[in-house]
């Protein structure tokens, strides 16, 4: 590919360009221009990866023109892709559902507002699973979005809209919301950074409520600085969401410049057996094992734990989920947001009509398997049990960091990016959470970073910390990425 | 425990889904080859497992005062219809003159 002058600037970091443009070295509208060249170029539409549903040209230039430039403005004029479950006010935000279809949000979110507070332009939202229920990106009403490095295959889900848009280069940054590893197994597949933060850590505010106490907002990045800026800016307490908690917010670049020989020195890696199953693909553990030697090579000690609850994550989330999910889609109901379908059987005809036929399938599918295992005669078996099970897997968790653990290290996926149609048990497709629902049901900060390739395909290292701990968690990503350097994507 | 066609039929009542006959009989065995995973959970000692929230990092009390959502336009600009400071939605069938001229916005 000849390199043009918009991918030489997207191939800088995002602070990089963002210290130039406010510094007055680049024009404020520099990485914007790159951005929309790049997006034509990589064909982000519905012509080509459908990554992107809804675009804005008039907002980022209004933000542009209001931004007053100074050196401290994180996010001087940086292109953020956000998924289209986080309410914008200038862009329709649909959650990739056709009974939101049209639907403009009257407020922003709280990730929205600080993003443009720090000098960030929003032109596009991406395309998603309906609802985040979903781990291809094939379940949106507005049709599968497409793996940027092989177009037969899935780039995952459900943010894999997002996830594409960085992997294609068109932006540096974007937003994704996780519920069971939604931003950390897009990110794997597609060969970038993808980081959960800790539940609480980031204001739920205008995301659209899938599960609630299970939601986060989560950021992507073509490099761990990307991520780790991005989660800079949108990190911290919210007034108008009560779940998010009074813990200071780290630096979490500590970890960029140390260019000591042994920066992990005095880290505790920890490696659970859990997650490295026999049935995992020995090219897969040849690579894991490879990112443990880099991180012992950096100093830390790698020693093996268990969390001997792990295998119980899957049958736990799709209780859990759909169960809280039941209830935050019952608000789609006809009268209150977009799509109206009159029934045939007054009030609760219109009810029916219109959720039977704005929901799609998987949609469905869960609304039902959550008001099940809510019913009267079912709760104490499936739900009650189910949230004694998720306090186990936390244990786990809270047991291995209490011995000294720092961070723990895992395989993001059980498979590389999988042939698009090609996974149509609905559990089989659940199974590829089977290595990131846990931080979501214990609500530990996880991210997702490559680590090597497999036939071509990337595979993502995952990282683990205790509560609130992402400062440590992006360290040792900061110094393994640097330890892999080429490797990471070969 | 399995799900039968009446138990489906049941739950989509509770969740307001119409489903046709052939969408009930396809979601019995979707549902029930999805909770067949879930029996795992019933053979796991919960003995020592809470359920009482975790209060780790508690949640701070804040005062019990409406404190508005900034909105970036004004109600009337999102709207379909107003009056007199309510929203107005569209008549329902079964109120009212169905089919009426002005049927529109007497919610």
């Not at chain 1, 897009?186 to 933060?197: D, H, L, S, T």
């Not at chain 1, 609850?309 to 109901?333: C, F, G, K, M, Q």
């Not at chain 1, 936390?394 to 047991?399: C, E, G, I, K």
Request: aromatic share 6%.
């Amino acid at each position: 590919m000849t390199d043009v002058p918009y991918q030489a600037l997207l191939a800088r970091s995002a602070r990089e360009v963002a210290s130039a443009i406010a510094t007055g070295d680049l024009p404020p509208h520099a990485a914007l221009d790159a951005t929309l060249a790049a997006a034509q170029h990589a064909q982000v539409g519905p012509e080509g990866l459908n990554a992107v549903l809804w675009t804005d040209a008039e907002g980022p230039a209004a933000d542009l023109a209001a931004l007053t430039l100074h050196p401290d403005l994180p996010l001087a004029g940086i292109p953020v892709a956000i998924k289209d479950n986080i309410a914008t006010h200038r862009m329709p935000t649909t959650c990739g559902s056709r009974i939101l279809e049209g639907y403009v949000s009257p407020f922003e979110a709280t990730v929205i507002s600080r993003l443009r507070g720090a000098g960030a332009v929003l032109p596009m939202k991406t395309n998603m699973d309906e609802f985040a229920m979903g781990s291809s990106t094939e379940n949106s009403a507005w049709g599968m979005t497409k793996h940027p490095l092989d177009r037969t295959r899935v780039p995952g889900g459900s943010s894999g809209g997002s996830a594409a848009v960085v992997a294609a280069g068109v932006t540096r940054i974007a937003l994704g919301s996780e519920t069971g590893g939604s931003v950390r197994q897009p990110a794997a597949f597609c060969g970038i950074v993808g980081v959960k933060p800790t539940y609480g850590r980031v204001s739920r505010h205008g995301l659209v409520a899938f599960a609630s106490s299970l939601d986060q907002v989560g950021v992507f990045g073509q490099s761990v600085d990307d991520a780790a800026l991005g989660l800079q800016v949108i990190a911290g307490v919210d007034a108008l969401d009560s779940t998010t908690v009074h813990v200071p917010v780290a630096d979490y670049r500590a970890g960029a410049n140390d260019d000591r020989a042994q920066p992990l020195a005095g880290v505790v890696v920890g490696r659970p057996t859990e997650y490295f199953p026999t049935s995992l693909d020995p090219r897969m553990r040849t690579l894991l094992d490879r990112a443990a030697d880099r991180l012992r090579s950096l100093g830390a000690e790698v020693r093996d734990v268990s969390l001997p609850h792990t295998e119980l994550a899957i049958p736990v989330y799709y209780i859990v989920a759909p169960a809280e999910a039941s209830s935050n889609l019952a608000r789609y109901d006809g009268v209150r947001y977009g799509l109206r379908v009159e029934g045939n059987d007054g009030l609760r005809g219109m009810y029916e009509a219109t959720r039977s036929q704005g929901f799609g399938p998987e949609v469905t599918r869960r609304i039902l398997l959550g008001t099940y295992v809510l019913s009267a005669g079912y709760y104490d078996a499936y739900y009650k049990r189910a949230m004694a099970v998720r306090r186990l897997i936390t244990d786990d968790f809270t047991r291995v960091f209490a011995s000294g653990v720092h961070v723990l290290l895992t395989p993001t996926t059980p498979t590389t990016a999988f042939v698009a149609g090609s996974r149509s048990d609905p559990y089989e497709m659940y199974m590829s959470d089977i290595f990131t629902a846990t931080a979501n049901l214990a609500g530990v900060p996880a991210m997702s970073q490559p680590i090597g390739r497999i036939d071509g395909l990337p595979v993502g290292g995952q990282l683990l910390a205790s509560h609130f701990d992402e400062a440590t968690m992006l360290r040792v990503a900061y110094a393994l990425e640097r330890a892999l350097g080429a490797e990471a994507h070969t | 425990m399995s799900v039968s066609e009446n138990d489906v039929r049941h739950v989509a009542t509770l969740a307001r889904l119409g489903l046709d006959d052939g969408r009930v009989q396809a979601l019995v065995g979707e549902l029930n080859g999805i909770l067949a995973h879930m029996d795992v959970l019933q053979q796991v000692d919960i003995g020592g497992a809470s359920l009482d929230p975790d209060a780790t990092h508690g949640l701070r009390m804040r005062d019990d005062v409406p404190s508005p959502i900034p909105l970036a336009r004004d109600r009337e600009a999102f709207a379909p219809s107003m009056r007199d400071g309510f929203f107005l939605v569209p008549r329902l069938a079964t109120h009212g003159t169905a089919g009426a001229a002005d049927d529109e916005g007497e919610g």
